[in-house]
C-alpha cells in the first residue's frame, strides 16, 4: 500500500521539512508503517501565506453555487477512494475496518451537506428606526487552521474543512501526528477534484512544535481546534492576545443515565458500545453510569454478560468491534487509571487485562464502587473503562451528573416522556440522547458546555463559526 509521507503545500504534494519525519505506526502489530514529514515555523509561514494569497484572489470571489461544485466534487472523489482511505485510518490508528468505512462515507456526506447548505446559509432585512435599508451579510474570515485529533480523524477533519470551505475560506489542516494519512490523502484529492491551490493545506508534523507558530501566524484569523482541554485552553490563552477567533471541541466525562421504568435490556445491551466502540477513545464515551438502584443488579449483570461478547481482534477483519488502543503510551496511561482500584471497595467485573497478542490491546473493564471523589470517575479516561453506579434519587443522581467540568454528551434511558424532557434540560451537556447513545449527526449542532468546548461544529450553526457578521446601511 502506497502512504501519502510529504506535506501538502500549496497545491503540491512534495512538501518536505528540515525537521526529523514523524514515524506512523500500526497498533496492531507496533510495527512502523512510515515516516511522515514534520513542518517546521516556515513551513506554516509558507502555507499561511500562499493560503492568504488564494483567499484574496481566487476562492472568496468563487460564487457560492462554484464553491458548491467543486465541495460534490471533492465528496465524489472521497467515494471513489472510499475503501483506500478506509484502510489507510484502520492501519493507523487501529481503528475496525468496519468502523473506519462508516467514517470515511460520514465524511464524504459532511462535503455534501456543506455543497447544499451554502445556498440555504442567509442575511436578515431589519427594519432599522431611521428607515434606509439595512441588511446584513455574512462573510469569510479569511485563513482558518484546523488542529484535529487523531481518535476520529477523518470525520472530524471534514467537519472543519467542508463548512470553511464552503463559506469562503481557505484552510490549513494540521492532523495529529499519530493519524497524518488520511488528512494528507484529502488536500491531495480535493486539489484533484479541482479545488484551487492553496485552499486546503496539509500540515502534518508534531502540535508542541509549530502549534504556536500557527496559532499565532498574522495572517490567521480563525482556529478551529478539537483535542484535549489542556491543548485547547493553551491555544485559546494564545488566540486571545490578536481576539482570533477560537472554535474549542474539547475532553468529555459523559453521563449514561438509566432510569426503571427504561427498557432494561436494550440499555444494557446497547450501552457497552457507548463506552467501549473505538477502544474507549472517544470525546463522547458514556463512562459515567448512574442506574436506578432497584434495577442496578440487573443492569449490571445484562452489561457485564454484553461487554463479554464484544469482540476484541485485528481491525482489519470486518466482524472486529474494538481493535487496540492508539499507542503503548495511551494503554499505559489507561491502566494508571485502573491502578487506582483498590479492593475491597472497587470491583472489576470483567476485563482491564492485556490480551495475550501482539498489538496495545486492551479488554475493556467494567468498575463498581467508584466514589464521586475518584479520580478515574472524575477524568476523562479515554480508554475502555466504565464506572456503574446506582442512585436512589433523581435531584442527588442530576447534581451529580452536573458536578462535572465537562459537559458534551448524555444519554437518559427512560420511557417516560415528561421525565425525558426535564432531565433533558438539566443535564449540562451539549448533546443529550435520549433511549439511545447516538451524539452526531452530519445535519445537526455538535458541541459542549463548560470545558467541553466553545462553538459547534456540524449543522447550520458551524457555518456561522466559519463568518463574519456584517451589518449594510444603505440610507434614504
Ligand atoms: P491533543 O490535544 O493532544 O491533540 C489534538 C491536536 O492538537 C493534535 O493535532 C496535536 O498535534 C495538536 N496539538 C498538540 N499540542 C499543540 C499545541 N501546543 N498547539 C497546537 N496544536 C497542538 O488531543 P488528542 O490526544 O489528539 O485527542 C484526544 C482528546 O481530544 C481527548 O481529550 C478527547 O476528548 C478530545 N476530543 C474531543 C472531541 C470533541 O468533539 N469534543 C472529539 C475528539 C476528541
Same mark, same amino acid.
Given at each position: ?51 492568504? !494569497? ?25 467515494? &471513489? ?106 488536500? &491531495? ?23 504556536d507558530?500557527?496559532v ?15 491543548v485547547g485552553s493553551h491555544i485559546m490563552q494564545l488566540a486571545g492576545r490578536?481576539?482570533k477567533?477560537v ?69 482489519? !477483519? ?159
Amino acid at each position: 500500500m502506497q502512504f501519502p509521507t510529504k506535506l501538502f503545500i500549496n497545491g503540491n504534494s512534495s512538501g518536505t521539512s528540515d525537521r526529523k519525519p514523524i514515524p506512523v505506526i500500526n497498533p496492531a502489530t507496533e510495527e512502523a508503517l512510515c515516516e511522515v514529514a514534520s513542518a517546521s515555523e516556515r513551513d506554516v509561514d509558507t502555507a499561511v501565506t500562499g493560503a492568504q !494569497k488564494t483567499f484574496e484572489n481566487i476562492w472568496r470571489d468563487y460564487a457560492p453555487g462554484k464553491r458548491a461544485d467543486v465541495l460534490f466534487a471533492i465528496a465524489k472523489a472521497l467515494r &471513489e477512494h472510499a475503501e483506500e482511505l478506509s484502510q489507510l485510518e484502520s492501519l493507523s490508528i487501529g481503528k475496525p475496518i468496519s468502523d473506519a468505512r462508516d467514517e470515511i462515507a460520514m465524511g464524504a456526506r459532511t462535503f455534501e451537506y456543506y455543497a447544499g447548505a451554502i445556498s440555504k446559509f442567509y442575511g436578515q432585512t431589519i427594519p432599522v428606526s431611521r428607515g434606509g435599508f439595512d441588511f446584513t451579510l455574512r462573510q469569510p474570515m479569511g485563513v482558518v487552521v484546523a488542529i484535529v485529533p487523531w481518535n476520529f480523524p477523518f470525520p472530524i477533519a471534514t467537519w472543519k474543512v467542508a463548512p470553511a470551505l464552503a463559506a469562503g475560506n481557505c484552510v490549513i489542516l494540521k492532523p495529529a501526528s499519530q493519524s497524518p494519512l488520511t488528512a494528507l490523502r484529502l488536500g &491531495e484529492l480535493a486539489a484533484q477534484a479541482g479545488l484551487p491551490d492553496g485552499a486546503l493545506q496539509v500540515l502534518s508534523g508534531s502540535g508542541q512544535q509549530m502549534g504556536d507558530a500557527l496559532v499565532k501566524h498574522p495572517l490567521v484569523r480563525k482556529i478551529s481546534f478539537t483535542g484535549s482541554t489542556s491543548v485547547g485552553s493553551h491555544i485559546m490563552q494564545l488566540a486571545g492576545r490578536d481576539i482570533k477567533r477560537v472554535s474549542l471541541e474539547l475532553g468529555g466525562k459523559s453521563p449514561n443515565i438509566v432510569f426503571a421504568d427504561a427498557d432494561l435490556e436494550k440499555a444494557a445491551t446497547s450501552s457497552p458500545m457507548s463506552v467501549f466502540a473505538n477502544t474507549g477513545q472517544d470525546c463522547c464515551a458514556r463512562s459515567r453510569m448512574f442506574v436506578e438502584r432497584t434495577v442496578y443488579e440487573k443492569f449490571v449483570e445484562i452489561f457485564v454478560q454484553s461487554t463479554r461478547k464484544i469482540i476484541v481482534d485485528d481491525p482489519a !477483519k470486518p466482524e472486529t468491534q474494538i481493535g487496540p488502543m492508539v499507542s503503548g503510551q495511551q494503554r499505559e496511561v489507561v491502566e494508571g487509571f485502573l491502578q487506582t482500584a483498590k479492593t475491597p471497595r472497587h470491583k472489576i467485573l470483567c476485563g482491564g487485562d492485556r490480551p495475550s497478542r501482539k498489538g496495545y490491546y486492551l479488554n475493556p473493564a467494567v468498575l463498581l464502587g467508584c466514589e464521586t471523589t475518584d479520580r478515574v470517575w472524575q477524568e476523562e479516561v479515554f480508554g475502555p473503562v466504565v464506572c456503574i453506579r446506582p442512585f436512589d434519587n433523581e435531584e442527588t443522581m442530576l447534581s451529580e451528573v452536573n458536578a462535572s467540568p465537562y459537559g458534551l454528551s448524555a444519554s437518559i434511558w427512560t420511557n417516560d416522556l415528561k421525565r425525558a424532557l426535564r432531565v433533558s434540560k438539566r443535564v449540562e451537556s451539549g448533546v443529550v440522547s435520549v433511549n439511545c447513545h447516538n451524539s452526531v449527526h452530519v445535519e445537526a449542532p455538535f458541541g459542549g458546555f463548560k470545558q467541553s468546548g466553545l462553538g459547534r461544529d456540524l449543522g447550520m450553526a458551524a457555518l456561522e463559526g466559519y463568518t463574519e457578521l456584517k451589518n449594510i446601511y444603505i440610507a434614504e
